[in-house]
């Protein structure tokens, strides 16, 4: 039992809220949902997921700081993700990058007084409702939770290990320098103080790093060299750090960024309403974590298939309906039974592919309730 005593900290990368949510958002957002649920059997689980931390990001309140520019007073009450997404789109293909005295006005109000944008906490509110109706755990979607570091206490803590090197004395950037350990320098703070998200990461993550056993970082693939560096620094302050990297989901055979549109009815908001009409929500919930987990995997490969989703809905319906019947087993034999799914003994967290995958392995009663729970409320 000794697992059961190990602190885990989950840190999957934070969705902006500036578009609507994707194939590749869900598949994310799903995988961290079951990793957390799975894991929290037998060990403490704290699942960090902050939007306060990564508002100040260029992404963001760039946007933010266009929209006030070009849409003064506009009232977003109304707006739908896809709109305000359009609107993002527009930012990005506008091209014309903030100065940093256009940015600091919303750097001052997100510090001083959690300042979220009108589009922005309209999004959010919407993702909230999301995360009900596919039984994501929220973990704090409307909240204001500030990084534990200022920006200037996150650079002085990478000084003072030997991991910054801040040129703003000499009219420079600031860097993490992680040379030492074979990997490239990254700027994380331009000379004029703008921080990018590595940046925004550090903030949150090294003053939390020192009170967890292990910390499990999930992200996008094409962000790796970043979380190699990431791992590397944070693992100097006692953790076992993991990396787990998640591929997007094609959409007829191409991978695309949100930021260039073209979504069309490949939305969490779409396919929740294709759904509507589903006899059993519980069903629903468990069709997706299947579908976007075990048949996807964690590579990207696939392109997304809404006829296979709904051939899991069956599939979903069927183990659901065997688990009502299934004798329950107790929280030990459960804790074991979730064990069995890490990647290795020195990993604590569940592998929610290898969870996922053993449920549609299974044919008999066997899968009860409590085991699907783990999975999806």
Same mark, same amino acid.
């Given at each position: &039992? @000794? ?27 799903? *995988?961290?949902?079951? &990793? ?12 960090? $997921? ?13 946007? *933010? ?12 009450? @109304? ?5 305000? =997404? ?5 930012? !990005?293909?506008?091209?014309? #990058? ?33 995360? +009900? ?20 206490? &996150? ?8 991991? =910054? ?6 009219? =420079? ?7 030492? $350990? ?21 903030? +949150? ?13 999930? $992200? ?28 997007? %989901? ?13 979504? =069309?009815?490949?939305? %969490?908001? @779409? ?6 009409? /589903?006899?059993?929500? @519980? #069903?629903?919930?468990?069709? &997706? ?15 997304? !298939? !809404? ?8 599939? /979903? ?31 604590? $967290? ?28």
């Amino acid at each position: &039992m @000794a697992d059961a005593r190990r602190k885990v900290l989950l840190a999957p990368v934070t969705v902006t809220p500036s578009k609507p949510l994707t194939p590749s958002h869900l598949k994310g957002l799903l *995988w961290a949902d079951v &990793m957390y649920r799975a894991t929290k059997a037998y060990a403490e689980v704290t699942y960090r $997921y902050s939007h306060t931390t990564y508002h100040r990001t260029e992404q963001t309140s760039g946007f *933010w700081e266009f929209l006030d520019r070009v849409r003064p007073g506009a009232d977003y009450a @109304a707006l739908s993700e896809s709109d305000v =997404g359009e609107l993002y789109v527009r930012y !990005r293909a506008e091209g014309h #990058a903030p100065t940093a005295g256009a940015l600091r006005p919303y750097a001052e109000a997100i510090e001083n007084d959690g300042f979220v944008h009108p589009a922005g906490a309209r999004v959010l509110r919407l993702w909230a409702g999301h995360y +009900e109706r596919l039984g994501l755990h929220d973990p704090g979607l409307l909240a204001h939770q500030p990084p534990g570091f200022g920006l200037e206490e &996150m650079i002085e803590d990478l000084l003072a290990t030997g991991l =910054g090197l801040d040129q703003r004395d000499v009219g =420079g950037p600031v860097y993490l320098d992680a040379t030492r $350990y074979g990997l490239p320098l990254r700027q994380i703070v331009t000379a004029d103080g703008r921080p990018n998200y590595v940046a925004c990461a550090l903030r +949150e993550l090294l003053p939390l790093a020192p009170r967890y056993d292990e910390i499990v970082l999930l $992200y996008d693939r094409e962000l790796d060299p970043d979380y190699r560096a990431l791992e590397r620094v944070l693992s100097l302050k006692g953790p076992t750090v993991h990396r787990v990297p998640i591929g997007r %989901v094609p959409i007829g055979g191409k991978i695309s960024s949100a930021r260039r549109g073209g979504w =069309g009815d490949h939305t %969490v908001e @779409a396919l929740l309403r294709s759904f509507a009409d /589903a006899a059993d929500p @519980a #069903a629903v919930r468990l069709a &997706m974590r299947l579908y976007f987990i075990a048949s996807l995997g964690p590579g990207q490969q696939d392109s997304f !298939r !809404r006829d296979l989703l709904g051939r899991y809905l069956v599939r /979903a319906e069927g183990l659901l309906s065997r688990a009502a019947e299934a004798p329950e087993v107790g929280p030990e034999a459960l804790s074991a039974l979730l064990r069995g799914h890490r990647r290795g003994h020195i990993h604590t $967290y569940v592998d929610p592919y290898r969870l996922t995958s053993s449920l549609l392995g299974r044919r008999g009663p066997a899968v009860g309730r409590s085991l699907l729970a783990t999975v999806s409320p």
